[in-house]
């Protein structure tokens, strides 16, 4: 294979599996494609909903994004659409607009997805993969968690069948409370029934199936996923002929059939500048989540997932999005996983999903006329309850205290100030506080451990030492935020025993880098030993930083001696001490 | 002593001292009071006039916060009043205001004071001394050259008697290379003049007077540093002489006689808002300057400074500047070194400089009528290009090049868009890499050294490996931005030998942290192992970093042990091979 088709396939992964796609991966592929589809119907309308958009554009959302991620997507299992948590950023990027009509509204979630695309787009073609690793895991749990309970708690209108207009989780537990008298009750009996079947449907269903009906575990816990449909199916059923809107039910009424012309989305110039920051956040966001969800899936089958490439995928997903009157997608999880288990073999899986929703679409529409809003949000409250882990609070805690502080600022900043506030906040908690702990390094005082080489904390370990020399181990980089912190430390430890001390040794093996700063701190507890007669040496200096010394006039200035290992310094100090005594 | 004395003590660095204060003290506190306070009158009135400020309030801004630092300071030699680059970022917070009365802009300028005093004060009873370490020494070194640098510029108009409105390096470059022709002879006579004394009185004066006049090193260099006082004598006499202000000679003119009463600026409180963030930025720079010059002089006499009681020092000096009509105020370098060369015992000398300057407030302003303003701006230059160092750049160059991105932000950002962005972005910069370069952390593969119990880099050291087993030394502490990246890394080299290696040691001396989120990569890591047969082993797991993964599970998990010493993980694993074998 010559370089340039290599790097033609590494682009286009497609090139790669379609060459030997076979019956067996189309049985696969087809039979996972047919069960995507039953499901994603009742997804998308309700994630459009939940992003305030008109019901149709979660469907077209969902059709050409997933045929762009088959071309250029690494992941075989990766279903591509709305996602409940991108949905909710959309409505949050969107409602500060102001705009009046629904068009306009339209437009604008196409240009959000249109600007996510080319910043992904754009963030692959950079390598820039690993920017996503400043989403540490506690701020993602946290995240995931926390707007999975604030999205649940902004549909518990459409179960009640009261306007709630506000958007952080405590403002809307108020607007209910204060409201909780006006529910439609016909609302209430909807969304009440399809939450228990939901429920329900989730844990006992597949259990009920294989009792009762004889089916094979596998077919029951898929018939238990597309459980949303049969909800959808029996809600329009009963709406429709008890005539429920009525009695005040709030249903998605006409839905247009058919497929928007493609095309840039119209918007006025002067609201994209504001709409750049939400994208970058929904792009990091979404890739964060999809990347999460199609490793876990590949981790499983030993595949492996290229995170430079699926910045590209993800970038042909919005950009096709935005083209076809769709809003911000990527990867879901439970979407993934059901396509996962139904036993999609490849990305092609995704292709013909796209056919099924085209279809759905085209035809199906008319038949959502009576489907309650109600019924929709249940959908939504079930699926994303699912994603919600308060354990995570308390295993931080037991774990580190850093580390709760992130999630924790993370979980409450969302829910009370918004996704956007709350993931910048976490990043930012997690960032300072890992500063914070590198400026205030450990310093360990070693010894030898009797009867080894080996040199370990005085205070952890029986370990000798000898009352001249000073050796200090530094467990951390020596760097600008720390280099002032560490030349009063060891002056003061040195100051603490004066008379005894002639030799200070730093022992370097967790110095993984001396800055400039530091290195005039260096030079500076050089000097001051020198002047108290003390000498000043350094062992187990790691090759890079060592390379760097070689580069500065330390090495010249250093009292003392550099030893390659603590065991050589420590008894080379007491071999040059007898002989001086 | 009892605490309580103990801690008055801390707070009032002045009981300390006072105690033991005999004649010798008094001796060189009044001579170098003396020299001080001749060298201060011109150096404060220009700096007030480079503050943007009538030159009457650089006076002001030296008599109380001298007596303030002299009760609260710790520094037995600084001398606290206007410095340059403190009154630059003056002119560059009050500028934006748009005040159009001389009074108001007096009054903003004490609120800055004000404020920056109060934000000391706090620190400093917090104790977030240490917050001053994240400007790295490149950082301040870029930031005081570019700061020399702009404001040698920013004088330049008043040597050529021309008017300049810009602020910035480039802009005030282009507006004095377009308005040239317009120049004023007779300013630029007086300038040029002055700065070449002023320059030659630098470097020549001092080697002059010990040949021709048998004078004593140390005379000679103190006359040499009191030039401007000369300057300011001769510029004056000539001016009122010749009657030059009719050829268009700016002078400072009527200075008012007295000192202002003492009390609170009065300033529209909705001002006060947009003084906040640049009184916190002059504080951090200030304090930074002033500590850094403290601790140079203090080590020269053995002494030590405490850098909490310096933000109470500085804060106090700042609040009583506020409360006497000055403007902000920090330890500066010539003035410091000055007092110290000229004697200085204790801080009693700032007190007596102090009572010098009240009385040149008093007594002497009808004098500095005729002083033109010329004269002033080549004291600043000349001061201020001495501060001026662009060796940083080389040094850093060739030490490091995440320290010369610093640098070179800092001042390249300082020099265009003004001293506040610039000193941000330098820390920005400082901040950002030290994370890029913990996130991408260097791993060696390590094998035994010949003879000894110690682990090097093969790549670096003869060593002595076994193809069953394969060591890492992991050159960072592992966090979240750096776990995922350490688990591809880790996989990809086991997967280069799968079929020889059958334990992995990951060698943790430089490891001083392990967060959840890297936590959760070792967890999959060992799994990812154990579905290839391959063992994950720790070994020099330091005290803190075990105590966190006891309080996990990953220890009941790890499917390998972990050892006290790298050489007992190599030896034990080699004969559990053997046995196997």
Redesign the interface.
């Known amino acids: 294979m010559t370089g340039r088709t290599e790097r033609l396939r590494e682009f286009f992964p497609i090139l790669e599996w379609a060459r030997d796609y076979d019956r067996g991966n189309l049985t696969g592929d087809l039979t996972a494609a047919a069960i995507v589809t039953i499901m994603l119907i009742p997804q998308s309308l309700a994630y459009a909903l939940l992003a305030g958009l008109p019901a149709e554009v979660g469907l077209y959302a969902s059709i050409l994004p997933l045929v762009a991620y088959t071309v250029f997507g690494t992941s075989r299992a990766l279903a591509v659409g709305p996602v409940a948590v991108v949905s909710l950023m959309t409505a949050t990027a969107l409602a500060p607009l102001g705009l009046s009509s629904v068009t306009e509204y339209v437009a604008a979630a196409g240009v959000l997805a249109l600007l996510s695309g080319m910043f992904l787009v754009a963030m692959g073609a950079l390598k820039m993969g690993?920017l996503s690793?400043?989403?540490?895991?506690?701020?993602i749990a946290g995240f995931i968690s926390a707007s999975g309970l604030l999205i649940a708690a902004s549909q518990l209108k459409h179960i009640l069948g009261i306007p709630v207009s506000g958007h952080t989780f405590p403002e809307i537990l108020v607007e209910i409370f204060v409201q909780f008298g006006r529910t439609n009750v016909a609302t209430l009996a909807i969304g009440a029934a399809t939450l228990a079947f939901l429920f329900w449907a989730r844990k006992g269903l597949a259990r009920a199936l294989v009792r009762k009906c004889n089916v094979t575990q596998h077919f029951a816990s898929t018939a238990a996923r597309i459980g949303p449909v049969f909800a959808v199916i029996g809600t329009t059923f009963l709406t429709w002929a008890l005539n429920l809107p009525e009695l005040g039910v709030a249903i998605v009424g006409e839905v247009p059939t058919g497929f928007p012309p493609l095309g840039l989305p119209g918007i006025d110039t002067s609201l994209i500048s504001q709409l750049v920051a939400p994208a970058i956040l929904i792009s990091i966001i979404g890739y964060v989540e999809s990347v999460s969800v199609a490793q876990t899936l590949a981790?499983k089958k030993?595949q492996r997932i290229g995170p430079n490439q699926e910045l590209i995928a993800l970038g042909a997903s919005n950009i096709s999005s935005a083209l076809s009157g769709g809003y911000p997608v990527t990867g879901g999880f439970a979407r993934s996983v059901v396509n996962f288990d139904a036993g999609a073999e490849t990305p092609a899986a995704g292709a013909f999903t796209a056919v099924g929703l085209l279809f759905a679409a085209l035809a199906l529409t008319p038949l959502l006329f009576f489907l309650p809003k109600a019924t929709l949000a249940a959908t939504i409250i079930v699926a994303v309850l699912s994603l919600v882990d308060l354990t995570i609070l308390k295993?931080?805690w037991?774990?580190?205290k850093?580390?709760f502080a992130a999630v924790f600022a993370t979980m409450a900043l969302t829910l009370t100030m918004g996704v956007e506030i709350g993931v910048a906040s976490g990043v930012a908690v997690?960032?300072v506080l890992?500063?914070w702990?590198?400026?205030?390094?450990?310093v360990?005082e070693v010894g030898q451990?009797p009867g080894?080489?080996?040199f370990?904390?005085i205070h952890?370990h029986q370990v000798l030492t000898d009352p001249a020399i000073l050796t200090l181990r530094i467990?951390?980089?020596l760097?600008?935020?720390?280099?002032?912190?560490m030349e009063d430390l060891i002056l003061a430890r040195v100051h603490r025993n004066r008379d005894e001390i002639r030799h200070v040794v730093l022992m370097c093996?967790?110095?993984?880098?001396i800055?400039?700063?530091a290195?005039?701190s260096l030079e500076?507890i050089n000097q001051?030993l020198r002047?108290l007669d003390v000498t000043l040496h350094l062992s187990?200096v790691?090759?890079?930083v060592m390379d760097?010394l070689k580069?500065?006039h330390f090495l010249d200035h250093l009292s003392g001696r550099v030893f390659?290992?603590q065991?050589?310094a420590f008894h080379g100090l007491k071999g040059a001490d007898t002989v001086a005594a």
């Not at 690793?133 to 701020?139: D, E």
């Not at 702990?437 to 450990?442: G, L, Q, S």
Request: charged share 30%.
């Open positions: 690993a690793s400043l989403l540490s895991h506690p701020v981790a030993k295993h931080a037991d774990y580190s850093a580390d997690s960032l890992f500063v702990k590198t400026a205030r390094p450990h360990a451990v080894s080489h080996h370990r904390n952890r467990d951390e980089s760097y600008f935020a720390n280099a002032r912190r093996s967790a110095v993984n880098e800055d400039l700063s290195l005039d500076a001051r002047d187990e790691k090759g890079p760097r580069r500065s390659l290992s065991h050589e």
